[in-house]
């Protein structure tokens, strides 16, 4: 598994800022294309730290996502806006009690090795090192998930 990420961009309009985190692993595509559209598939990787959370997925322009853990007192959700399977999803994010609404594109790129997974992540709210962080961790789950 191989990391990059940089913590702004200067294509983000005014008052966002972009995390960008990109990892390669050596799934096929297809793999992580489930693992990222499917309740079942995000269950396996996304907080599995908390075994209460409740994932959703419906993998459609409007559908809804979600995961939610009662034990850790958090979750997340937010509208799928478009896919373009196996390559590209991108979705709204919205913390439970925010009522801030993020942008999230993952693009995903078949190599010869495997997959390059790339998460961009653009807000509003200041904390763009956690969003690296917190993406650092998932996708490291992932990776881990997969194998």
């Not at 009522?99 to 010869?112: A, K, Q, W, Y």
């Not at 961009?120 to 990776?143: D, E, M, P």
Request: with cysteine; proline share 5%.
């Amino acid at each position: 598994m191989a990391w990059a990420w940089c913590t702004s961009s200067p294509a983000a309009p005014h008052g966002t800022t972009d995390s960008v985190v990109t990892f390669s692993c050596s799934s096929p595509v297809a793999d992580v294309w489930a693992a990222w559209t499917t309740a079942a598939g995000l269950a396996n990787w996304w907080w599995p730290q908390w075994p209460d959370t409740a994932y959703t997925m419906e993998a459609k322009p409007g559908g809804r996502w979600s995961a939610r853990s009662e034990q850790a007192g958090t979750g997340v959700e937010g509208e799928v806006l478009w896919l373009d399977e196996p390559h590209s999803l991108e979705l709204t994010w919205r913390w439970d009690g925010e009522d801030v609404e993020d942008l999230v594109r993952v693009t995903l790129t078949e190599t010869g090795n495997g997959t390059t997974v790339t998460v961009h992540h653009r807000t509003s709210k200041g904390a763009i090192a956690n969003y690296r962080l917190g993406w650092q961790f998932v996708l490291g789950n992932l990776a881990t998930a997969l194998h």
